[in-house]
């Protein structure tokens, strides 16, 4: 048990003693917070964080304060590590009661720092998934796609949050109804933006399986005429004039389509 430490060295030596290992304690820790520190940070430049977190938003909040990611992570090491040497400390020389004290310490200062570390986590994997599927769906030319990016990266920061809630003792229960209701507001809400979307996938899916039409065709969709240049499963691409039009594939089955045969 952590209490028997402080109550062996106690009971073997005399306050004024215990007072000498308090504060000799005290700085030996501010020497294990910096190593702590200095090997933390070494080992997340090693592993690739530092690359990684490059451009996100808390990252540039970071180095305007003049330090990074890599040094705020490495930094709540350290004070994770001199946290405990201070209790240790403080308790040695009984500023609190022993069992009480170690009771309430050792489950929620462990607690405190993993929810920590999983808003930190939670922010740069957020925005880190938004660009992912940013780049994944730019060739998607549909104004509904640009919502998915966007849902992935607040639907990681929500449960980053709700574990960092849960870290910090708030019923489970509570918890468990708030991503419920998040998620059914997620469905119900996905559903109504990409309705269209579904749609124009179902027809594009049609179209590229019956092939009415290929690339070079001249065909005419409701009013614009033009050579056919790329066909995917949610637009057409059609050019007249060198113009360009994007054409999604639901107008295309909801107007029909008129391939025009040169004479």
Do not use: C
Request: zero cysteines; glycine letters at 6%.
């Amino acid at each position: 048990m952590p209490t028997r430490w402080p109550e062996m060295i106690r009971s073997a030596v005399s306050e004024e003693t215990a007072l000498t290992v308090a504060i000799v304690a005290l700085v030996v820790g501010l020497l294990f917070a910096y190593l702590a520190w200095r090997g933390t940070h070494r080992f997340l430049r090693q592993i690739g964080v530092t690359d990684t977190v490059e451009g996100t938003s808390f990252e540039r909040t970071a180095q305007r304060f003049g330090t990074s990611t890599a040094g705020i992570l490495a930094l709540l090491v350290a004070l994770f590590v001199y946290a405990v040497v201070a209790l240790f400390a403080l308790n040695l020389i009984q500023v609190f009661e022993a069992d009480l004290f170690w009771s309430r310490v050792t489950n929620f200062l462990p607690r405190l720092f993993v929810a920590l570390l999983a808003l930190i986590a939670g922010l740069l994997v957020g925005e880190k998934a938004q660009l992912l599927f940013q780049e994944r769906l730019q060739s998607i030319k549909l104004p509904e796609i640009s919502i998915v990016p966007l849902l992935v990266k607040y639907s990681i920061y929500y449960i980053a949050v709700l574990i960092a809630l849960a870290q910090l003792g708030v019923a489970t229960d509570a918890l468990l109804i708030l991503l419920a209701a998040y998620a059914f507001g997620l469905i119900f809400l996905a559903g109504l933006a990409f309705r269209d979307l579904l749609t124009t996938a179902a027809a594009g899916i049609y179209i590229l399986l019956n092939e009415p039409y290929s690339i070079g065709d001249e065909v005419r969709i409701n009013d614009t005429r033009g050579i056919v240049q790329e066909v995917d499963m949610f637009v057409t691409y059609v050019e007249t004039n060198g113009e360009e039009y994007i054409i999604p594939n639901r107008e295309v089955l909801r107007s029909g389509v008129v391939r025009i045969r040169n004479q």
